[in-house]
């Protein structure tokens, strides 16, 4: 229950950065700083938003009504004073995916769901655990998104005449492949052009708005030429230049239970990408952020999103560093950058159908590039066995099977490998040199032959959890005859679960049935507490407990001379 306990002290972990900015004092100068960081902001959002939904396999206005509704919420309600919020790379595939499987309506309800999920994840204070996620699988997943948003763009990058893409792997390439013949050199000239100038600007002028202004000579060059590409226009027609408003399609709740994993998914990558982005931001500012309230703001925000026919939103790490960079210092600059938006696209709606998909598609490209991972790729693949397993397992089955299925199979395997480890660094020491209660060991001192007659010591050394338990299993057979005492020292052990009590309470079954009483030595206060209240207790002529080891060799000697 005390989970649920808010005093004054825990609200404080839910409380908006908004608010602890305003009580702080907010004037015109700050209000002038962040204006020119959300319109700087504003400006890379703007094409970006429109990229990551046609991308995605919807229209270009869902991305600016996620860009605008949710990139508000993040901003107003998060714990991170410079986050900025919207729809990201990160979900492409698995948005593609249910909305091939599903339609909109079934990415309504992912939505909704994973927002849900996010605002519970906050209450229940799990922030803090997302720092725990094993590298390697972000990473693999990270790399294979990356594989999968650059084969995504191959139909509007070469301007394929061809149908829906598929959403698999294999069969897209295969289809690619199928339609190489109707490669159309206006589009291919357009990708270049837009990758050359994104390039180009970011060497040598990386303040510009490398992604608009390449936008922007792409569009020029099309329409200047007129030249035979397709625009967003011609593909899904004029853009709404009106406020987003409620919208609520028919959503399928019957098929809610078989929408739980992709919904998990999208709530899975909004929780990490948005805490990655306030870590990278705290980093730049000196700033700390709020997880909890961060994860409540998530939550909120996609369901906002949801609500108006958006998508699935988390804190953009490349727009809250071009926040930063720009001078935004307070969540005002996020909000004013979903405000610009929003004037954006009801000035300039009528005329972004000019707009080139291939154009689009080289943004993509960069940006498929820019969250590829590469070097930590590499480096990770220099790891040991079981972090390279992880890595390529989760790596590859994000590209070739489905992004849920690749987080769940990562994080299963990484956590198997970690119990592994855990469980070969277990050492149940025996032999003339006994580690002292200090951990030390003395190789003059041959503390076994100090032993009572009929007396036996073993002693383990790290945590005794189920992936280590089995070590006392066999512990009485390297016995040549039955001692009439056995020690078991635990002073190294600093934590026991569950199946590490069933183990020691096996084994003082088993020594009692050869006659034998089991000391159990120096426990610490973790194994100490579950002991007890698993009631594994005393019984006098079997299982007894020293506070350390000199107090054992006493109990045995007692014993051996009774």
Request: net charge neutral.
């Amino acid at each position: 229950m005390r989970m649920f306990a808010f005093d004054r002290r825990t609200l404080r972990m839910f409380e908006p950065k908004l608010l602890t900015v305003f009580r702080e004092g907010y004037g015109w100068q700050q209000l002038r700083t962040d204006a020119i960081a959300g319109l700087t902001v504003a400006i890379v959002a703007l094409p970006l938003a429109m990229a990551l939904a046609i991308a995605s396999g919807t229209t270009p206005e869902k991305g600016l009504y996620t860009a605008i509704v949710a990139g508000f919420l993040i901003s107003a309600l998060g714990g991170s004073r410079v986050q900025i919020g919207g729809p990201t790379a990160a979900f492409i595939p698995v948005v593609f995916s249910v909305i091939q499987n599903f339609g909109f309506g079934g990415l309504i309800l992912c939505t909704l769901l994973a927002g849900l999920m996010l605002i519970g994840a906050g209450l229940l204070r799990l922030g803090a655990l997302m720092k725990y996620m094993p590298q390697p699988v972000i990473t693999g997943f990270t790399a294979g998104i990356a594989v999968s948003i650059f084969s995504s763009q191959i139909k509007d990058a070469l301007g394929l005449r061809m149908g829906g893409v598929p959403a698999e792997f294999l069969p897209r390439w295969t289809a690619y492949f199928q339609h190489l013949h109707t490669v159309q050199p206006a589009a291919v000239a357009l990708t270049v052009i837009g990758l050359v100038l994104i390039l180009a600007l970011r060497r040598w002028r990386p303040n510009w708005p490398g992604f608009l202004l390449a936008l922007l000579v792409c569009t020029l060059v099309t329409t200047g030429f007129v030249l035979p590409a397709e625009t967003i226009g011609s593909r899904f027609g004029a853009l709404p230049s009106t406020l987003p408003v409620f919208d609520f399609p028919h959503i399928p709740f019957e098929r809610t239970r078989e929408l739980l994993p992709a919904s998990f998914t999208i709530a899975f990558l909004a929780g990490v990408e948005s805490l990655l982005s306030a870590v990278v931001a705290d980093g730049m500012t000196g700033g700390h952020h709020r997880s909890n309230a961060e994860l409540i703001a998530q939550g909120v925000a996609n369901c906002g999103s949801a609500l108006f026919g958006g998508l699935p939103a988390t804190g953009a790490i490349a727009r809250t560093a071009t926040n930063v960079r720009a001078g935004g210092r307070s969540p005002v600059s996020g909000i004013l950058h979903a405000v610009f938006l929003l004037v954006f696209m009801l000035l300039l709606a009528p005329l972004m159908r000019y707009i080139p998909l291939a154009g689009l598609a080289a943004i993509l490209l960069v940006v498929a590039w820019n969250i590829s991972e590469v070097e930590a790729f590499r480096h990770t693949m220099s790891a040991p066995k079981g972090d390279r397993l992880v890595l390529l397992l989760t790596f590859f089955l994000t590209v070739l099977v489905d992004l849920t299925v690749a987080i769940e199979a990562g994080l299963v395997v990484a956590a198997f490998v970690f119990m592994f480890r855990m469980a070969e660094a277990v050492e149940v020491n025996a032999g003339t040199r006994l580690l002292d209660e200090n951990g030390s060991d003395d190789a003059e001192t041959d503390q076994r032959a100090l032993l009572p007659k009929g007396v036996e010591v073993f002693q383990i050394n790290g945590p005794l959890f189920f992936g280590a338990a089995n070590r006392l299993d066999n512990l009485l057979d390297q016995f040549m005859s039955p001692p009439r005492v056995f020690i078991l020292r635990m002073r190294l052990v600093p934590i026991i679960d569950a199946s590490g009590v069933h183990a020691l309470k096996t084994l003082a079954e088993r020594c009692h049935r050869r006659g034998i009483v089991l000391i159990i030595s120096g426990l610490q206060a973790q194994p100490k507490r579950v002991i007890a209240g698993m009631h594994l207790d005393e019984r006098e002529g079997e299982l007894q407990f020293a506070r350390d080891y000199p107090h054992a060799l006493q109990l045995a000697e007692s014993i051996v001379e009774a």
